[in-house]
């Protein structure tokens, strides 16, 4: 659990700029043979990603289909379907593809599974906000003004609300923004982390109460006294235990907590819980309570990913480079270098770039952004690359994507343990990673504590 001040600052209301209204097609994808004939995702938003991968938006269970296998963008030119690095490759009308535009009624085949997209006649006006901004969130494209749109309309509501997205796009940021414009503004802000809650941990730090052994003056309060008159932020809930699930529902229905006396204590709270996971797809595998689902979802919202509001990205890194103590120039081939950039870690691995790039630039480090990409050795007496195009331009755009991120991964992960002493808790704040994610990442790049440790002391 996270604590965080009982009261946050107040702001003041902004003024409206002229909402627009645009018309939205919603749009389907339908599993028309394979394992799970008959599935499909009907939605306006602006992105589909469709694999095995439990977060996916169509789950599949075909194992021919890899986790995360291909996705489906909304843009004003149409749908634009992109295999994101599938192993067994994507196809459509017989012949594989790696991106390409999709017409209603087309099929597309992955593994042993068929799809077909589907595009309604008819399209629905929907209105978007005017403003650039929503809190501490920017973006001034039409996906970030409809979202602006509905956390303030939801924002004046005492609803419970469920934010998605991918990790990193700014579900806190969007409670955050919700809270501070609602009529419980001057009441607390609480943040509970979902990956952090044990099943043993979870009735005091929840609900308030005593440890075994303790006498009443140790007893303390839970998270949802704390929050009493404000908002209490259940950040990544599809992570807790189902034993834990079942007592946050009966808090939710009774609206009360129970008490040392016995005597059941009310909670006036707004809950806002966020997922990068598809809960609906966990409550189809019982993995968590619909009852709790319905509860939570009363509203849903979900932040779109950077890559799917690249022209966002100008305004983004200037908003966040101001907030940053060191200067850093963002020329335009820098910036057209961001759009180039998948961004899979989205704004908050943009927001440590910048800040790398802020430090590196300070001591005299011209060429910063060439940490995205690990530089080759290079020949005797040859100019060395000086950014990420220069170095993977001759490969194909699958092996040139996975050989950036995995580069940026490894050198990212190896300079933020140096950086931080080889402390994990230090390097879980600094990445703001949980530390179950940190030692996966760790892990999955072959990164050993005990490894980088030694070269450490072997540069010394």
Do not use: H, P
């Given at each position: 659990m996270i604590d965080r001040p009982d009261v946050t600052e107040t702001v003041q209301a902004e003024r409206e700029a002229q909402a627009t209204r645009v018309p939205l097609h919603e749009w389907t994808v339908e599993v028309v043979g394979g394992p799970d004939k008959g599935k499909k995702v009907t939605t306006r938003d602006a992105l589909v990603r469709v694999g095995s991968d439990a977060a996916g938006d169509l789950v599949l269970s075909d194992p021919t289909v890899s986790r995360r296998h291909l996705e489906v963008e909304r843009l004003p030119q149409g749908l634009l379907l992109r295999d994101t690095g599938s192993r067994n490759g994507t196809f459509l009308d017989g012949r594989?593809?790696?991106?390409?535009?999709?017409?209603?009624?087309?099929?597309?085949?992955?593994?042993?599974?068929?799809?077909?997209?589907?595009?309604?006649?008819?399209?629905?006006?929907?209105?978007?906000?005017?403003?650039?901004?929503?809190?501490?969130?920017?973006?001034?494209?039409?996906?970030?003004?409809?979202?602006?749109?509905?956390?303030?309309?939801?924002?004046?509501?005492?609803?419970?609300?469920l934010v998605e997205g991918e990790t990193g796009t700014g579900k806190e940021l969007a409670a955050r923004a919700v809270h501070q414009h609602s009529l419980r503004r001057h009441g607390a802000f609480k943040v509970v982390d979902c990956n952090l809650i044990s099943e043993e941990k979870a009735e005091r730090e929840l609900f308030g109460g005593l440890r075994a052994g303790e006498n009443e003056d140790k007893a303390a309060r839970g998270i949802f006294e704390a929050a009493r008159g404000g908002t209490l932020f259940l950040d990544e809930v599809g992570e807790l235990p189902m034993s834990v699930q079942g007592k946050l529902l009966r808090v939710l229905e009774t609206r009360e907590v129970p008490s040392l006396d016995g005597q059941p204590v009310a909670v006036d709270v707004r809950v806002i819980a966020s997922t990068h996971r598809n809960l609906e797809e966990d409550v189809r595998q019982g993995r968590f309570r619909a009852d709790l689902y319905f509860r939570l979802a009363v509203a849903r919202v979900r932040l779109p990913p950077l890559r799917t509001r690249r022209d966002d990205i100008p305004t983004l890194s200037q908003a966040l480079s101001r907030g940053m103590k060191a200067a850093l120039d963002l020329t335009p081939q820098t910036l057209a270098l961001f759009e180039g950039y998948d961004w899979p870690g989205n704004v908050r691995e943009l927001r440590n770039v910048l800040e790398r790039g802020a430090l590196m630039q300070e001591t005299g480090n011209t060429s910063w952004l060439d940490f995205l990409a690990h530089t080759p050795k290079r020949a005797e007496g040859t100019e060395p690359a000086t950014n990420v195009t220069a170095i993977v331009t001759g490969m194909p755009y699958h092996e040139a994507k996975d050989r950036v991120l995995a580069d940026f991964e490894r050198l990212y992960f190896a300079e933020i343990m140096r950086e931080v002493a080889f402390d994990m808790k230090a390097a879980e704040q600094r990445t703001g990673l949980s530390m179950q994610s940190l030692y996966r990442l760790l892990k999955k790049n072959g990164l050993r504590l005990k490894d980088l440790k030694n070269a450490e002391g072997l540069e010394k």
């Open positions: 594989r593809i790696l991106q390409a535009f999709v017409s209603s009624g087309d099929k597309v085949e992955l593994g042993k599974t068929k799809l077909a997209v589907k595009v309604a006649a008819r399209a629905t006006e929907v209105e978007v906000a005017g403003t650039e901004s929503f809190g501490q969130l920017v973006g001034s494209s039409e996906k970030m003004r409809w979202v602006f749109t509905e956390l303030r309309r939801i924002a004046r509501e005492d609803m419970n609300l």
